[in-house]
């Protein structure tokens, strides 16, 4: 089948997969139909937000029962039906459970698997068909956040519900036609030297992962990643008003920027790490993050600093978690890709709680900041160390080897 039709269905399946991340245009909104604070309206995204992280787990072992295209296919009926039953919701404990919890399982379900599977027809592009995946994902939440605005508007937020989840639905049923299952019969040639790129020589399963130190690095180092990113993504406008001294309204175009600068990151750092090494890519986009929020810790801020701090944070934020899925593929093999990404991605899950609890802990956004840039530090030294599980251990075998027969080094 042309590879390309696969791209195309896994694009309109991550678009619709994306839209949950409009949430926040409907939290005042409700607040103000029901009553309810608007803290515990945004409550919601959180549960979201962890219950994605949290199917993950799960999305692999149900592929290797139910196949790719039936998952995704009830996996999109459910958020679907999620959305439209939390138009008749009265009551926050049911939104929590129905646009909580049942959105974000069936999104994260439908997200990891699409996502793996491509990566697995494309093992000599990991990073650029990563980045067009995820950058799908943006993409959708970017639209739809006009979609959703007019809906809203035209309609009010319990009837948006249900024509987003109509729409939601119609999306991801309509792309799983075009998505077939890769199937991985043996590992891929090593990629050239001088990409520093790797393909690892055994697939690991998620047990065999677990034993390895390389897999702990990994998920600190994603866990900074999201937790950096997803705390200034959900504050930014606060930022601007608090720090910066922008009125609400100029404040709030940096939330659109952010979407535009995140999706520009997923596609064009997942290319470069193909290019010039996923590790290298990562290390980069650390290095940036934390001078960024130190910058807005300590400097004072003018419109421009802001909007430049901003958008560096976005644009690395989307490459880190685009490039990720391919280091996973990388290091441990693409066979179990689902279910070992899906564990390294539980760093999503509680990078999206760690930055919230660790403000309210320390009392605001100056030392949470720093506390950030002190993690970027950390990671970006294991990203500087990392190297594949066993490919130190080999290469101080082959070097043993030469020692003990000069010959051989000089064939």
Request: proline share 2%; glycine share 10%.
């Amino acid at each position: 089948m042309n590879r390309w039709l696969i791209v195309l269905g896994t694009i309109i399946v991550q678009m619709g997969l994306g839209t949950i991340y409009t949430w926040s245009l409907f939290n005042q909104p409700l607040s103000d139909r029901f009553g309810w604070d608007v803290s515990s309206v945004a409550i919601t995204f959180s549960i979201t937000s962890f219950a994605l992280a949290f199917a993950t787990l799960f999305a692999g072992r149900l592929q290797e029962r139910w196949g790719l295209q039936r998952l995704i296919r009830v996996a999109g009926v459910v958020l679907g039906l999620g959305l439209i039953l939390s138009s008749q919701v009265t009551s926050l404990t049911l939104l929590y459970i129905l646009a909580g919890f049942v959105v974000g399982f069936a999104d994260g379900t439908a997200y990891i698997t699409s996502l793996s599977n491509l990566i697995k027809w494309f093992p000599e592009r990991k990073g650029l068909i990563s980045g067009i995946s995820v950058g799908a994902f943006g993409t959708g939440s970017l639209l739809f956040k006009y979609v959703n605005s007019a809906l809203i508007s035209a309609v009010g937020p319990a009837q948006a519900f249900m024509y987003w989840g109509i729409i939601v639905l119609v999306l991801v049923v309509a792309g799983s036609f075009l998505i077939r299952e890769a199937v991985v019969r043996e590992q891929a040639p090593a990629s050239k030297e001088g990409t520093k790129q790797v393909v690892a020589r055994h697939d690991y399963t998620v047990k065999e992962m677990l034993r390895t130190k390389e897999a702990y690095m990994l998920f600190v180092i994603f866990f900074t990643a999201c937790m950096s990113g997803l705390y200034l993504i959900g504050i930014v406008k606060d930022i601007g008003v608090q720090l910066a001294g922008l009125d609400v309204a100029t404040a709030a175009n940096a939330v659109a920027m952010v979407a535009i600068f995140n999706t520009a990151g997923r596609i064009i750092l997942g290319a470069l790490s193909d290019k010039v090494g996923r590790m290298k890519v990562i290390a980069g986009a650390l290095l940036v993050t934390a001078v960024a929020v130190m910058t807005l810790s300590l400097v004072p801020l003018t419109f421009g600093i802001f909007f430049a701090c901003v958008a560096a944070v976005a644009f690395c934020f989307g490459g880190n978690i685009t490039v990720f899925p391919a280091i996973v593929a990388d290091y441990f093999g693409l066979k179990n890709q689902s279910k070992n990404y899906g564990v390294i991605y539980q760093g999503f899950g509680f990078g999206a709680l760690a930055g919230s609890f660790i403000s309210a802990l320390l009392g605001g956004f100056h030392l949470t900041f720093i506390v950030i840039a002190v993690l970027c530090a950390v990671s970006l030294l294991l990203a500087l160390i990392i190297t594949p599980p066993g490919q130190g251990r080999r290469a101080r075998q082959r070097e043993k080897q030469m020692n003990l027969n000069p010959s051989s080094r000089a064939s």
